[in-house]
């Protein structure tokens, strides 16, 4: 289960030296401090929850709806509002504020985002299909699918078929990452390796529930 999470924006990768002098790549992602606008409870709202916002946005601009949840509340009006699911809100009340401090380096965590959006593409390309010959009179037809469906019974393709379409811009997690640094005062998270998404992303960091903490 989820115990701690945060929401932080993909900067980019670079890479960074370990204590043995060898080269780690990393993705940066920005952490601004979150803070707490509602809690649900599993008594109150029939799950546990936080809701929680970041950043900073005049209360004229948003709607009246919006800017009364945050008065409401009497915290600060942000730019969004994102709820992260935990197994225990205990600890958690409104108008508290999360930083990147709550994940320490050497931590295994998995990561939540919106792949990049690849366009329209062909079965090869978005289910590795493997095409078909380019002999014996096959003739213009080396990346298509081949046969989709069956005849008269039942007259149709049936749902999930692998076939071309919009590939990427989905949900993706990532699991098992590993946090090389945490940096408070930058508001910065470093994670070993690649995390999904484009350039200014949103990225939501939860503690592995494969392998746990450490």
């Known amino acids: 289960m989820t115990k701690k999470a945060i929401i932080g924006q993909k900067v980019g990768m670079t890479q960074v030296w370990d204590d043995n002098n060898k080269v780690v790549p990393v993705t940066v992602l920005e952490v601004a401090p979150l803070r707490v606008v509602s809690v649900k409870t599993q008594e109150a709202n029939g799950y546990q929850a936080i809701q929680v916002t970041s950043g900073s946005v005049d ?33 958690y009340e409104v108008g508290q504020e999360i930083t990147c401090e709550v994940f320490e ?12 959006g690849k366009g329209f593409a062909g079965v ?17 037809v080396h990346r298509m699918p081949g046969s989709v469906g069956q005849c008269a019974t039942p007259a149709r393709i049936f749902k999930g078929k692998k076939m071309a379409g919009r590939m ?36 939501v960091i939860r503690n592995a529930v494969k392998k746990g903490e450490g």
């Open 124 to 140: 090869m390309k978005r289910h590795n299909f493997a095409g078909q010959r380019a002999t014996h009179g096959a003739h213009l």
């Open 59 to 91: 209360a004229d601009k948003l709607t009246k709806p919006e800017a009364g949840h945050f008065e409401k509340a009497g915290v600060e009006a942000g730019e969004s509002l994102m709820e992260l699911r935990l197994e225990d809100v205990s600890e």
């Open 168 to 203: 990427g811009g989905e949900q993706v997690t990532t699991q098992n990452l590993e946090v090389v640094r945490s940096d408070v005062e930058k508001n910065m998270v470093l994670v070993k390796g690649s995390v999904p998404g484009p350039k200014g992303g949103s990225v």
């Open 105 to 116: 380096a050497g931590e295994i965590i998995d990561v939540t985002a919106t792949s990049k």
